[in-house]
Antibody
Framework: QVQLVESGGGVVQPGGSLRLSCAAS????????MHWVRQAPGEGLEWVAL????????NYADSVKGRFTISRDNSRDTLYLQVSSLRAEDTAVYYC?????????WGQGTLVTVSS | QAGLTQPPSVSKGLRQTATLTCTGNSNNVGNQGAAWLQQHQGHPPKLLSY???NRPSGISERFSASRSGNTASLTITGLQPEDEADYFCSAWDSSLRAWVFGGGTKLTVL
């Protein structure tokens, strides 16, 4: 069955960086567009970034453009999100999601807390 | 990035029918359709309906999606206690080159 497992979250000071990972299994990872979506505590969902099958196309939300970088390693079936220049408003659970005419599978999420 | 518009809350009685709405524009819902997600407290979202209004495998027939112009709708029939959750719509915006979400509707089953 499809599984997405995020890791790499934690507490970081403003201006700091983290690398989030999402290990995929149960499907042909290299055949799907993948996304990161975040959810601040008590808030709704916010799309963060997407990456095409082969990594050739990447799109970002305006709120993270220039600070976050999405990447993937199809040989390891793993999706990444490098988050830098972090701000308090980046505090959220970060989910990776598989796309098939919508976000059809989600991981459990990894919490990033930006605090001094 | 501009999001989609959903009513913050809807309340309906047990076994009644609830219709949740999601309004966008011609660049997103009107052009690409909307997908619907359900999220229970403390859990990740779950896809209820693809953008083409079809249900993923395993989703109850009580959930059905439709679209008219720039507004998408999710209808839930025979409401059950476990339907109490947050519901989000999502769509690809061809102008923004970004996915957009609605703010979510909290459904209460009385």
């Amino acid at each position: 069955q499809v599984q997405l497992v995020e890791s790499g979250g934690g507490v970081v000071q403003p201006g700091g960086s983290l690398r989030l990972s999402c290990a995929a299994s149960g499907f042909t990872f290299s055949s799907y567009v993948m996304h990161w979506v975040r959810q601040a505590p008590g808030e709704g969902l916010e799309w963060v970034a997407l990456i095409w099958y082969d990594g050739s196309i990447k799109n970002y939300a305006d709120s993270v453009k220039g600070r976050f970088t999405i990447s993937r390693d199809n040989s390891r079936d793993t999706l990444y999100l490098q988050v830098s220049s972090l701000r308090a408003e980046d505090t959220a659970v970060y989910y990776c999601a598989k796309e098939r005419d919508g976000f059809d599978y989600w991981g459990q999420g990894t919490l990033v807390t930006v605090s001094s | 990035q501009a999001g989609l518009t959903q009513p913050p809350s809807v309340s309906k009685g047990l076994r009644q029918t609830a219709t949740l709405t999601c309004t966008g524009n011609s660049n997103n819902v009107g052009n690409q359709g909307a997908a619907w997600l359900q999220q229970h407290q403390g859990h990740p979202p779950k896809l209820l309906s693809y953008r083409n209004n079809n249900r993923p495998s395993g989703i109850s027939e009580r959930f059905s999606a439709s679209r008219s112009g720039n507004t998408a709708s999710l209808t839930i029939t025979g409401l059950q206690p476990e339907d109490e959750a947050d519901y989000f719509c999502s769509a690809w915006d061809s102008s923004l080159r970004a996915w957009v979400f609605g703010g979510g509707t909290k459904l209460t089953v009385l």
